[in-house]
């Protein structure tokens, strides 16, 4: 930072709000990047937060009096980058400059006799520059200052002053910044990374206090309206998502008026089938009820009077599983309704986090992702100033990314994914499945891959693997069989050949379950879709 002593002197309300922060431990650091608030919390006999508005949405700084409400998680590169290099450490020192504010942290482990003899050698032999914590600044060298710091002079008989580990410097403004440099000078992370035009020289408040209440309600409000519209973006494309299943259940359902039609052509092939050449790819049949005649497509390396079975064993898998098709339309029905309901609240609720969070909770419980909620980047932290932060989800500012596959729980509560489609399969195995997962597929059928997460080292619970295979059975042309015999190894035994078409994959080291297709077990597994 520039030395501008004439604007630092405009930030005496500031200095003089923090000078006692040094020394202090620096337990908290917090940010929304969608709004550009960060904030640092110390305890100085009290939690302190200071706060900085970089932009988009809040500019300035000022002394919170709480946490923000509205904040990443800790995955987020900036927060993960503040609390591995300053939470914990002590502040060193506090710059209060024209263009900016630079907190200095190290491993300083001062007492507070400690601090008063050397504030009071200070004091005759020095006085504080305008503009900055009268505190010393232990950790730097008295032969070579930093702009702006008030060096402390060595006492005879003292331990060597502890050397800075950090220094994050907050550019305030619209189009401000963040940088955060270690011991050396040598910069860890800039935020926004692309860089900003941060201003010249900063606009001190004269109420540190006040302009810092204001900014964390503007930062609150601002990602509460954001979190607000994600939300009821996530609900609509979830009630978007029910109403496509509730309309396919309803066309599997109309598949039902064709099993006297499958019936009546298996009984006509087994009559008639013995007088259709062999390798015939279709045959007319006589229609003894109608008198006229009915195409029938062959497969020609088969006897036609032989794939009359086929025709039998596809009426008898749309007959029992009308009762599973139905439960099925019944519960989408209800969760329609259900999600109607909440769509209704978002749109009139207000845009407050206690507001929000009951129905981002409902959402979830309604099959919306966690990540589609958080669309804004921030996280609910609760009402309250000091609640945990949210999960973030992978990608701010945006909707998630379209996976490969839909999610499913086990009762036990564990991950079953199923792949989406053929070249969806490829990816779920080869790309999200790690090696130690347990991979399956349904015997001798086409059908989606399943893969069920495991710790490394970890088998798959009994339950499981019933509750995975059966998903696997009903994502396949087995479904509506009673039976099915599924295989599963580890995904390190399974390969994609070169050239292979998608979904098609060989693997080793076989096992194979047969399981019994339980409508009650099928329709909770199915119940718990977790839309990607």
């Known amino acids: ?72 998680g800790a995955s987020h590169p900036l927060l993960s980058a503040l609390r591995a290099h300053l939470v914990g450490r002590r502040v060193l020192a506090i710059e209060v400059r024209g263009d900016g504010v630079a907190v200095v942290a190290g491993d300083a482990l001062l007492v507070e006799e400690d601090r008063e003899d050397e504030s009071a050698s200070e004091a005759g032999s020095s006085s504080p520059q305008p503009g900055l914590s009268p505190a010393p600044a232990p950790g730097l060298s008295p032969a070579s200052p930093q702009p702006g710091l008030s060096p402390a002079s060595p006492q005879p008989g003292s331990s060597p002053a502890p050397a800075p580990a950090a220094r994050l410097e907050l550019a305030p403004g619209r189009r401000g910044e963040v940088r955060l440099l270690d011991g050396a000078g040598n910069l860890i992370l800039r935020w926004p990374p692309q860089g900003s035009a941060p201003p010249a020289e900063i606009a001190y408040p004269e109420d540190p206090l006040a302009a810092g209440a204001a900014l964390v309600e503007a930062s609150d409000d601002a990602a509460a309206g954001q979190e607000k519209a994600a939300l009821a973006r996530a609900v609509k494309a979830r009630r978007a998502a029910l109403e496509r299943r509730a309309e396919a259940v309803r066309g599997d359902l109309g598949r039902l008026g064709s099993v006297a039609r499958l019936q009546k052509t298996g009984q006509l092939l087994l009559a008639q089938g013995a007088r259709v050449p062999r390798g015939a790819a279709k045959a007319l049949l006589d229609d003894w009820e109608t008198g006229g005649k009915i195409e029938v497509a062959l497969d020609p390396a088969r006897p ?43 749109a009139a609720a207000e845009a407050l986090p206690e507001a929000l969070e009951p129905l981002a909770q409902r959402a979830r419980s309604l099959g919306v992702a966690r990540a589609d909620i958080a669309g804004a980047g921030a996280s609910f932290a609760g009402a309250g100033e000091s609640g945990p932060a949210g999960a973030r989800g992978p990608r701010a500012g945006r909707a998630a990314s379209r996976r490969p596959f839909h999610a499913y729980r086990s009762a036990s509560g564990a991950a079953i994914l199923v792949g989406r489609g053929a070249e969806d399969n490829d990816a779920l195995t080869t790309k999200h499945a790690r090696p130690h997962d347990l991979w399956l597929h349904a015997k001798g059928v086409a059908g989606s891959h399943v893969v069920v997460p495991l710790p490394k080292g970890a088998s798959c619970p009994a339950d499981v693997l019933v509750d995975a295979a059966t998903l696997a059975a009903h994502f ?5 069989e009673a039976v ?49």
Request: aromatic share 4%.
């Open 1 to 72: 930072m520039g030395d501008q002593q004439g604007s630092a002197a405009l930030g005496g309300a500031l200095a003089e709000a923090v000078a006692s922060w040094v020394g202090a431990r620096i337990d908290a650091a917090h940010a929304n990047p969608a709004t550009g608030l960060v904030a640092l919390a110390v305890y100085a006999g009290a939690r302190r937060v200071l706060g900085a508005g970089i932009g988009p949405r809040v500019a300035g700084v000022g002394v919170l009096p709480r946490l923000p409400r509205l904040r990443a």
């Open 304 to 346: 036609a009077k032989a794939q009359a079975e086929a025709f039998f064993a596809k009426a008898r898998r749309y007959q029992r599983g009308e009762a599973v098709m139905r439960a099925r339309l019944a519960e989408t029905e209800r969760a329609l309704e259900a999600i109607a309901a909440l769509e209704a609240d978002v």
């Open 476 to 480: 396949s042309d087995a479904r509506g």
């Open 484 to 532: 099915c015999e599924v295989s599963y190894v580890p995904r390190r035994y399974v390969r994609k050949p070169r050239g292979a078409a998608p979904g098609a994959v060989v693997f080793d080291r076989e096992k194979v379950i047969a399981v019994r297709i339980e409508g009650a077990r099928l329709s909770r597994l199915l119940a718990t879709k977790e839309e990607g």
